[in-house]
Structures are given as C-alpha cells and as structure tokens.
C-alpha cells in the first residue's frame, strides 16, 4: 500500500529507503507535489522567462581538416564563457543515442524490486547505485530524480556487475566517446599551453562513470526541479539528452554573453551530444575555463530521461592549477589537493550552486 505522502517520513522510507523512487510515487497516482519536494521559491524555474541559448553545434568533425584552428578557438571560446557547448559528428552512432534513450525508459519501468538491489548499502556491488535526488538525507527539499549510476573499471566487471539490461548498451556509449574527449581535452589543454601525451590525458579521465537520469511526470513542474543548482566535479562531462529538453544553464558574471546571472535553455540538437567543463578543468586551468552551473526542470507532459558520461582523475591523484597556466598568470586561484578529499566533500552536501569550488579556492 502507498504511504500518505503528506507525512515526509514515510514519504522519505517509501520514495529512498525502500528504493521505489519518484516514479513509485507518481506511479500511485499523485496529483500534487508533496511538500518535501517544493522547492523554495528562489530555486523554482521559470520557464516562461527563460531565453534560449542560441549557439549552434560545434561540428566536431572539422577538427581533422583545414578548419581545425576555427573549430578550437569555438571549443575554448565555450570552455571561458559558459562551460557548456553542443557538438555533432562527434564519432558516437546517432542510432546508438536511440537505443540508449529507449533503454533507460525500458530500466526505469521495470518492477521496482529490479531496481532498488542496486541502492546505497544493499547493493551487490560498489560499482553500481540506484537512488534518487542527490543527497536525500540532508536536503531541505528533494529533487524529482530517480537515477542508476554505473563506475567503469574494465570491460570484464562491467559485463559482471553492470544490470544486465542497460550495460551493453551502456559501455558501448563509453567506448565510443572517448575519441571525442581525448579531443577535447588536447584542444583544451593546448590553448593553456599545456602538450598533452596519451598517458597523461588517460590521468584526466582515469576514472569514468555512467548514469542514466530519469525524470518522471510531474503534477507541479514550477514548485519543484529535476536536479538543482551545481556545478559537475570531474573533468568533463558528456551528455545525451532526450528531446523533451529541461537543462538550464547559469551566465556567469563574466561572461560576455546574455545578462550574467540568467539562466538560459539549451535546447536538445537531434544527433547532438552536450558538454559541459567539470571542476577540476576549472582548477586546473586556474580559473580560465568555467565548470558551468546547471539545473534541470521537470514537466507535465512526459517523463524524460539525459544519460550523462562524468569523467574524473583517480581518486589518489593531486590536482592543483598547472604550473604553466600559473607563470602566466602570476598567481594560483586554487590550493593543491587529493581528488578524495574533494569527492568526499561533493557528495556529503547538497547541491547549492558551484559551493563545491570553496574546498579548493585560495581567498
């Protein structure tokens, strides 16, 4: 039997302990957000108000021709603004992209017990969790998100441990992305100054993780959202949403595009891929490039999935802003750290913008 949803703790054991997520909610038939979700009004998304972002799609397949210089300075133009740019003819099938929408709608619709073997502390396995919102247990209001997220090792544990419906579709999204991220962190790393070889690019992205994202109906879109404001930890993120769109991304204040502190749309590309600058890009770049802060909106009409790649360095590694970017500059915007410790800080608090960054800024 479903729980009264007007009282949160039952609510919470319902939705997060028992692993039935919002979809188990809305799959009871609610008609209005519970109170444990309404947002408070400075975090609500106004659609209505919202602009567009209007910058068309980098072709990526430029970048192996006679426009390569072009098609760079728009990479790191994007990376010094925003944080976040749309790319297409990026090596990834477009008939994969499909496949990896239908199988996320096909995952979260299984039975419920299917799904939460994989949540926090009963999972089979460190490699695979099952949740919802971000941090439930301490946020003043839960996002409307279900998700399962997967950490890639190697091709022999995914086949063992990733659920069986979704992995091979999954790593083969993986696999076929990485071209394309080593692509973009050599353009990236090169406008800094900074010559790449194979081994230390590998570092950047040593560690990978793959989630899908899914985001059920929702009775009240504008009381709640899908994600909140943040910033991602890692390097870089690569991003497949579906066509109902919902991703919004902030101006920053000095950035010379649009009003800075707005929030723009961007609007799904078919065949597009978005990326968007993570943290430790941002550090490593001493501040020139920018982890852009995002959020996500719900809708009324049609549940929707984004299934997102977060690449990371290695846990033990020690990131700090590069030597070379900080003689130009003449100073470190960043203190030197272990990976860990930021980790540890990122997801023991809940999302409040690019609050992450304190850990590593030097005032």
Not at 85 to 114: I, M, W
Not at 246 to 269: F, H, M, Q, S
Request: charged content about 25%.
């Amino acid at each position: 039997m479903a729980p009264s949803f007007d009282n949160g703790s039952s609510l919470f054991d319902f939705v997060v302990r028992d692993g039935n997520g919002v979809k188990g909610m809305v799959d009871s038939g609610i008609s209005k957000v519970p109170q444990a979700y309404v947002q408070p009004p400075a975090e609500q998304i106004d659609k209505k108000n919202a602009s567009k972002h209007g910058q068309p799609p980098i072709d990526l397949s430029k970048l192996d021709g006679p426009d390569h210089d072009q098609v760079a300075e728009q990479i790191v133009k994007a990376a010094e603004t925003l944080g976040f740019f749309q790319v297409v003819n990026h090596g990834v099938p477009v008939d994969l992209l499909e496949s990896l929408k239908d199988t996320a709608h096909h995952f979260f619709s299984l039975p419920a017990e299917r799904k939460a073997v994989y949540r926090a502390g009963v999972s089979p396995t460190p490699l695979v969790k099952y949740g919802t919102s971000f941090v439930p247990e301490k946020e003043k209001a839960l996002e409307w998100k279900d998700y399962i997220s997967m950490i890639y090792t190697n091709d022999d544990e995914v086949l063992q441990h990733w659920p069986a419906e979704i992995r091979d579709v999954a790593l083969e999204y993986l696999r076929t992305s990485l071209d394309m991220v080593k692509k973009l962190l050599q353009v990236l790393m090169g406008n800094l100054g900074v010559e790449l070889d194979e081994s230390k690019i590998d570092s950047l992205i040593a560690k990978k993780t793959v989630n899908m994202n899914y985001y059920p109906t929702c009775p009240n879109p504008e009381l709640t959202v899908g994600v909140g404001r943040h910033s991602d930890m890692g390097t870089l993120t690569i991003l497949l949403q579906d066509g109902i769109g919902g991703l919004y991304v902030n101006i920053p204040e000095d950035a010379e595009i649009g009003k800075k502190g707005e929030w723009v749309e961007i609007p799904p590309t078919p065949g597009a891929l978005v990326i968007n600058i993570g943290d430790m890009l941002q550090i490593l770049s001493n501040g020139r490039y920018k982890s852009a802060e995002h959020r996500v909106r719900t809708t009324s009409t049609k549940s929707r999935v984004s299934i997102p790649i977060f690449t990371n360095p290695k846990p033990t590694e020690k990131i700090g802003p590069l030597p070379q970017v900080v003689e130009k500059d003449g100073v470190a915007r960043y203190r030197e750290f272990v990976l860990a410790d930021y980790i540890n800080n990122f997801y023991t608090n809940p999302h409040d913008g690019k609050k992450s960054l304190d850990f590593a800024m030097i005032n």
